[in-house]
């Protein structure tokens, strides 16, 4: 490994962990927020869908640098690149994981409606990442539509589990007597 390559890991890195330092710190600031807001309040229920999108986005951004450095780093073109990250197993099952998660923190953050918390962050999702690719591509191939159809459901399943959470919860309360 030469002296300029192993910078340019250094950089990639470097750059990878100021992101996640950014996107916890970001996280961080709006649940401080999101803390201080009335249950019913339309900000609330904005911001946990805005952190859900941030969440999943952020976390596939920093994931495909992080994989284009450890594995792919000085082998290919960008375009080639592109192609490597957007169809590789490791990347897409992250993906999907990071997108379940966003799902689950936006019915987290709600409280309520977890399901349909999962669900707009799943449209929004959809529309922050695919219609670029649908303009710059109209014609639509089966691995875009399995990957559109894949990640909606993705997040609408972490609202799901949000659901299931807040309902065990809400059980074990009622066994302690803490909830009428």
């Known amino acids: 490994m030469e002296f300029k390559e192993f910078i340019g890991y250094i950089l990639i890195l ?14 961080a600031i709006i649940m401080f927020i999101n803390k201080r807001l009335i249950q019913s309040s339309t900000l609330k229920k904005i911001l946990a869908i805005v952190t859900g999108i941030v969440i999943v986005m952020g976390s596939r951004y920093s994931l495909s640098i992080l994989y284009v450095a450890i594995f792919l780093y000085g082998t290919s073109s960008a375009p080639e690149l592109l192609s490597l990250v957007s169809t590789s197993i490791p990347m897409i099952v992250f993906s999907l ?27 929004g999702v959809l529309v922050i990442s695919y219609l670029p690719k649908l303009i710059g591509n109209p014609n639509l191939n089966l691995y875009l539509i399995l990957e559109l159809a894949v990640s909606f459901i993705a997040a609408t399943l972490g609202g799901y589990f949000a659901f299931i959470h807040r309902k065990q919860l809400q059980e074990k309360l009622i066994v302690k007597g803490e909830i009428q």
């Open 14 to 27: 470097t750059y990878c962990a100021i992101n996640i330092v950014l996107g916890g710190i970001g996280i």
């Open 97 to 123: 994981l990071f997108t379940v998660l966003g799902g689950y923190i936006a019915g987290k953050i709600a409280h309520q409606n977890e399901i349909m918390y999962g669900l707009v962050t799943g449209v």
